[in-house]
């Protein structure tokens, strides 16, 4: 069975910088795009970032609130997907969800109903 599981959250401080990982295993996910949501208490998930399958010179695309500031990436050998966070702020507090899905890429990705494969989530805390 397909599975996603995520590692690397943690309290860092505003300002700082911290990694969050996932690991995909039981399924072929190198053809899927994969990405980030996020889940603050009392409020709406959130779109956080999303990466195509491609090899070199993949597509990416990023939510609003993290544009500039978050670098998502991947390594389809590894069947892992990495989340670098810099400069970050109180509001970045959340569970973070690694998410897979099996349809193409396309600018829909922003919405959480087109990923079937969602991890656990990792609770990321910055403290001011």
């Known amino acids: 069975q397909a599975q996603l599981e995520e590692s690397g959250g943690g309290l860092v401080q505003a300002g700082g910088s911290l990694t969050v990982s996932c690991a995909a295993s039981?399924?072929?996910?190198?053809?899927?795009?994969m990405g980030w949501f996020r889940q603050a208490p009392g409020k709406e998930r959130e779109f956080v970032a999303v990466i195509s399958w491609a090899v070199t010179g993949a597509s990416t695309f990023y939510g609003d609130s993290v544009k500039g500031r978050f670098t998502i990436s991947r390594d389809n050998a590894k069947n892992t997907v990495s989340l670098q966070m810099n400069s970050v702020k109180p509001e970045d507090t959340a569970v973070y969800y690694c998410?897979?899905?099996?349809?193409?890429?396309?600018?829909?990705?922003?919405?959480?109903?087109?990923?079937?494969?969602w991890g656990q989530g990792t609770q990321v805390t910055v403290s001011s």
């Open positions: 039981g399924g072929t996910f190198n053809k899927s795009p």
């Open positions: 998410v897979a899905a099996r349809g193409g890429w396309g600018t829909w990705l922003h919405r959480a109903e087109e990923y079937q494969y």
